[in-house]
């Protein structure tokens, strides 16, 4: 069965810096990388995803992440925060066979102007 | 709207009753999944089916909690003898084959009084 580790269950940045949020997951077949992000009161949409083919993978409001098989780890990042980033992200795992999604706890992100 | 829908949005119960959320996907997906999100957490897997097939059920899925997909189409998720820990956001996903990515609905938001 697969599963995901975010580290950090709360990431601050200022408007305009790195934003990285940690996902390692743990799956004994080729995994389906997913980053969904929640906003207050609305549901899950989809970031982006890594499925096959080329490892950095780059997703809607200039989010990317990159597969690194060696770390088990599909981290996301945006080079400069917004303000409107300010959400909860959540990373997911399923097997290429499509079955059960996995999340991790999610990652609150907060930016200060 | 093509969206996956779910009904109600919120519904509030005394501890004891029974509750039936419905949800809606997308026509042409045929997985579709189930969740229940405490504050705080990730989704966490409950359920799902691929056509009116129920394929894995979670631990979580106690026996007073029953799930249904007749005819591949809709799919209905039971509650009985509601408890308070049952309080939640229970989401439902669908998606299509391989590499699909999962559309959400908005949630059902349970509260049990």
Redesign the interface.
């Given at each position: 069965a697969q599963s995901?580790t975010?580290l950090g269950?709360h990431v601050s940045v200022s408007e305009g810096a790195l934003v990285l949020l940690r996902c390692n997951y743990s799956s004994s077949v080729p995994p389906?990388l997913?980053w969904?992000v929640q906003y207050p009161n609305?549901?899950?949409?989809?970031l982006l995803?890594y499925?096959?083919g080329a490892t950095l993978v780059k997703g809607i409001n200039g989010f990317e992440a990159e597969f690194k098989k060696s770390e088990t780890s599909f981290h996301l990042t945006k080079p400069s925060a917004h303000m409107s980033d300010a959400a909860e992200y959540?990373c997911a795992v399923s097997d290429?066979?499509?079955?059960?999604?996995?999340?991790?706890?999610?990652t609150r992100l907060t930016v200060k102007p | 709207d093509t969206g996956v829908s779910q009904d109600p949005r919120h519904k509030i119960t005394k501890r004891g009753q029974n509750v039936t959320f419905r949800c809606d996907p997308i026509s042409e997906h045929n997985r579709l999944y189930w969740y229940r999100q405490t504050l705080g957490q990730g989704p966490e897997f409950l359920t799902y089916f691929q056509n009116e097939a129920q394929l894995e059920k979670s631990r979580l899925l106690s026996d007073r909690f029953s799930a249904e997909r007749p005819k591949g189409s809709f799919s209905t998720l039971e509650i009985q003898r509601t408890e308070q820990g049952d309080s939640a956001m229970y989401l439902c996903a669908s998606r299509t084959g391989t590499g699909g990515r999962a559309f959400f609905g908005q949630g059902t938001r349970l509260t049990v009084v």
């Open positions: 995901v975010q269950s389906y997913f969904y609305q549901g899950l949409q989809l995803k499925t096959t959540f290429q066979n499509n079955n059960d999604m996995r999340f991790g706890a999610g | -």
